[in-house]
């Protein structure tokens, strides 16, 4: 799979089969995440990757926990009014169940860490299509990165105390038929281009 056609062809997966994903793949997509551009050549995003199901298990549950006891205000991005709303019907498991999480964090105090460890997280997921992997955007993790006992499983986990994520990816092996990521061609209904001559 040329370049082009990994970018265009990624599309969001959110069902996957419980088989671990391999370590030769997971370095690839790591590999494409940290020679993913950075402010100033920086090389600052640190990549948490995170596949021991216990660990997965602690961080469902702290996110369900964290957005049960939040209330749903007037301009809340939709999505995070879903997370609120199923965190407080109970059962809600923020990565889809997923066999590997990547978290991926930066400095708190540095200009360019949103924009850094999101090239990172795109270029993984555009590896992980190239690789016959499905992944997903998972933006919780940035939502409650200020939320107490988030940060202390994070630092449990490696995160250093100045830093934040960003983003997340998770990362397996679609559950479909033929056990392969979605790569219909989205339609589509936005992002508007003009050109300048």
Known sequence: MDALEAIITRRSTRNYKPDPVESEKIEKVLEAGRQAPSGGNN???????????????????LTEKAFAGMEITENMYASMKYSVTAAKKGGYVFCYNAPLLIAVANRKDYGNNIADCA?????????????DLGSCWINQLKWLNEE??????????????TERVYGAVIIGYPETENGLPNRNLMKLKGNEVTWID
């Open 148 to 161: 107490p006992e988030i940060l202390e499983c994070l630092y449990s986990l490696g995160m250093k105390e």
């Open 43 to 61: 090389q600052t995003s640190h990549f948490l990757v995170i596949r021991n199901r216990d660990v997965l298990d602690r961080l469902i549950a």
């Open 119 to 131: 090239c990172a997280l795109e270029n993984m997921m555009v590896a992980a299509n190239a690789l």
